[in-house]
């Protein structure tokens, strides 16, 4: 059987060398199935004199018909919305900690890739968060986010005050720490330890999650992922918005904060028998004793 991949780009964790070795045995496992083998140009540059194109990301997006990522989910995360323009489905393998991005482990790689270049996986789609800050009626600054939209106070540790409309239709006020917004594949995240309920991933659906509100009748609420949320900066010392933790921008008052999915989706490819469940269990360790 032909494979339907022929071009795949491999991406490692940033400033990780043990990922060197691995990263080269999947390159000559694939290369060994004439397959054109493609690597990022920051993996390249750390691993070193390599026979394997070095790539920009945008490259990636525009050759590759199968991006392995290695490293942990919050590699996953970056890479995602990197390529989340380009059609191109994702494989994430963690360093040895089970992801629930990145659920197949450098052990069972090449059997996994193996089966995968065959045909064999479960495809799955998973939406992104698309946020921009506005401030006085202009846009400022915009980002993706896979797993979540955080609005929160900065180091003076005083409240904030939002206010929260949802379609155009007002929610409330509150005065809290923050507010999360978060995707299915989010809701694991930061959400869920801010009290928010776990959604499964193919729910079309968003769930904003106050973080330690003033007023406890403020509880998560979920909505239709195809809503748009807007979030009101009242009054804040310091404030902040950051997506998936890994970049944000200071806010000021009345600045606005919009959220709506992203147009595209990211495809994720699982092993054949892939079990979210399993992974929830195994992740938040449930059954165990205590």
């Keep these: 059987m032909k494979t339907p991949f022929q071009t795949v780009a491999l991406i490692g964790k940033y400033n990780s060398a043990e990922l060197s070795e691995p990263l080269l045995r999947l390159a000559h496992f694939l290369q060994q199935r004439k397959l054109e083998v493609l690597l990022s140009q920051q993996t390249a540059e750390r691993i070193g004199n390599v026979p394997y194109a070095a790539v920009s990301m945008k490259e990636i997006g525009a050759r590759a018909d199968l991006v392995v990522v290695m490293g942990g989910d919050g590699t996953m995360l970056n890479i995602a919305r990197e390529l989340i323009e380009y059609d191109v489905p994702l494989v994430g393998v963690n360093q040895g900690r089970l992801g629930f991005l990145t659920d197949v482990s450098i052990e069972d790689m090449l059997e996994t890739m193996d089966e995968i270049l065959e045909g064999e996986f479960a495809a799955e789609e998973r939406f992104l968060l698309n946020a921009v800050v506005r401030r006085q009626g202009q846009p400022v600054y915009q980002a993706y986010a896979f797993n979540d939209v955080v609005v929160s106070k900065g180091t003076s540790g005083r409240l904030i005050e939002l206010e929260v409309f949802i379609d155009g239709q007002f929610v409330y006020s509150q005065r809290s720490d923050g507010l999360v917004v978060a995707t299915p594949t989010g809701s694991t995240a930061y959400a869920l330890s801010a009290g928010g309920p776990i959604l499964h991933p193919t729910l079309e659906a968003m769930v904003l999650v106050p973080i330690c509100p003033h007023t406890l009748s403020n509880r998560p609420i979920a909505v239709n992922s195809h809503s748009v949320m807007e979030v009101l900066l009242l009054h804040a010392v310091d404030a902040s918005v950051n997506f998936d933790g890994q970049s944000h921008i200071d806010l000021q008052q009345n600045d ?35």
């Design 256 to 290: 606005w904060v919009v959220v709506r999915r992203s147009e595209n989706n990211i495809r994720l490819l699982h092993p054949l028998g892939h079990s979210y469940y399993n992974t929830l269990r195994q992740k938040l360790r449930w059954g165990e004793k205590l």
